[in-house]
């Protein structure tokens, strides 16, 4: 059974530019949601997104957003990088609600701003 | 909010020897508390979990052990090997809450 599936894996972007990155879930889990994990500040939620719906927000300015397509598919945006937001984007599925089902992670996408 | 605080921040363990990781939840309402391992260049992967209705959970060498009183909780390995160095997080959420907290990460070092 395939796991979750992050691309790319790796991005150099410029300041200023914006950027998506795409997470495809486990067969048959219709949430997704989205971490920032950097050295200093842990993982911090996103935004968890359920049959295209988003449920849940963390507190992240609008430069941040999310999509989940039909498919359950999930891309998020980051509009006018700035140095502050290269990290490591991670991905996490589950059946329904995290709370009660818990988490499989992708392996992230490792985004630099330069 | 949900507060997840977990110590220590870095472990360095004998071969062998056992490790303990410790943290404490703020939202009494809390009732799932998993457990992620993090390899490097890898995503967070769940080891152990436990729900509030249940003090202490076992799988082979890992056991996880919940006093919802204190609001503690912690996770114990035992016979620690060199494959278990890795980051391991703690983590808290309510049933059906459509996210979960995570605490900020304990580096664990298995010396030879």
């Known amino acids: 059974k395939a796991g979750v599936t992050q691309t790319p894996r790796y991005l150099i972007k410029t300041r200023g530019q914006q950027v998506t990155l795409s997470c495809s879930p486990i067969?048959?889990?219709?949430?997704v949601s989205w971490y920032q994990q950097t050295p200093g500040q842990g993982l911090q939620f996103l935004f968890e997104y359920f049959s295209e719906t988003q449920r849940n927000k963390g507190n992240f300015p609008g430069r941040f957003s999310g999509r989940q397509f039909s498919n359950s598919r999930s891309e998020m945006n980051v509009s006018t990088l700035e140095l502050g937001d290269s990290a490591l984007y991670l991905c996490?599925?589950?059946?329904?609600?995290?709370?009660?089902?818990?988490?499989?992670f992708g392996s992230g996408t490792r985004l630099t701003v330069v | 909010g949900e507060n997840v605080e977990q110590h220590p921040s870095t472990l360095s363990v004998q071969e062998g020897d056992s490790a303990v990781i410790k943290c404490t939840y703020s939202d009494s309402a809390s009732n799932y508390f998993p457990w992620y391992k993090q390899e490097l260049g890898k995503g967070p992967q769940l080891i152990i979990d436990?729900?509030?209705?249940?003090g202490e959970k076992k799988d082979q060498r890992i056991a996880v052990t919940l006093n919802k009183t204190a609001k503690h909780f912690s996770l114990h390995i035992t016979e620690t090997q060199p494959e278990d160095s890795a980051v391991y997080f703690c983590?808290?959420?309510?049933?059906?809450?459509?996210?979960?907290?995570f605490g900020s990460g304990t580096r664990l070092s298995i010396r030879p």
């Open positions: 996490a599925s589950s059946w329904d609600r995290p709370g009660d089902y818990g988490y499989t």
């Open positions: 067969s048959g889990h219709r949430s």
């Open positions: 983590a808290a959420s309510k049933g059906s809450a459509s996210k979960i907290i």
């Open positions: 436990i729900r509030s209705n249940v």
